[in-house]
C-alpha cells in the first residue's frame, strides 16, 4: 500500500468529490503593492489550481496570478500590484478554482492540440486600498 504524503488517513477525500473553496482572506502590506492572499480548500484529490485576480470599481484587471497543480488545501500566495495600479480605491479580489483538460488536435489524432480551463469553484472578496 502506498503511502500519500498530502494526506491524512482521516482526511480521505473522494476522487470526485466537490472542491470548494472554504476560506479566502487578504491582507495588504505596508508598501501598498503587495496583497498576502491565503485560502483554505476542501480535501481533494484531483489536479487543480487557483487563479487569483485583482479587479478595479471599472471592471479592469490589475493584477492576476495562476498556478498550476497545487497539492495542499491551505496556500498562501503574494499578489503584486504594478505601481501605476496601487492606488486607493474599492476592489475585487476573485480567487477561482480550474483544472486542464487537454484537447486532441482534429489534424494529428494522438497529438494535443490545445488546452482548455474548466471552472470547479469561485470565491471574491472586496477589498479598500488606502
Known amino acids: ?36 492572499v491565503k485560502f483554505r480548500l476542501s480535501g481533494f484529490r484531483k489536479s487543480m489550481g487557483p487563479s487569483i485576480t485583482l479587479i478595479d470599481q471599472a471592471g479592469e484587471e490589475i493584477a492576476s496570478a495562476n498556478i498550476v497543480n497545487i497539492f495542499i488545501p491551505q496556500n498562501e500566495i503574494t499578489l503584486h500590484i504594478p505601481g501605476s495600479h496601487a492606488k486607493p480605491g474599492k476592489y475585487t ?29 469561485q470565491k471574491s472578496i472586496p477589498i479598500t486600498l488606502q
Open 93 to 121: 479580489l476573485v480567487l477561482s478554482l480550474f483544472t486542464l483538460q487537454e484537447i486532441e488536435s482534429e489534424l494529428e489524432p494522438g497529438k494535443v492540440g490545445d488546452i482548455r480551463t474548466d471552472p470547479l469553484d
Open 1 to 36: 500500500m502506498s503511502e500519500d504524503i498530502f494526506f491524512q488517513p482521516n482526511q480521505f477525500t473522494p476522487e470526485d468529490a466537490e472542491i470548494e473553496i472554504l476560506d479566502l482572506s487578504v491582507e495588504l502590506f505596508p508598501d501598498r503593492r503587495r496583497l498576502n
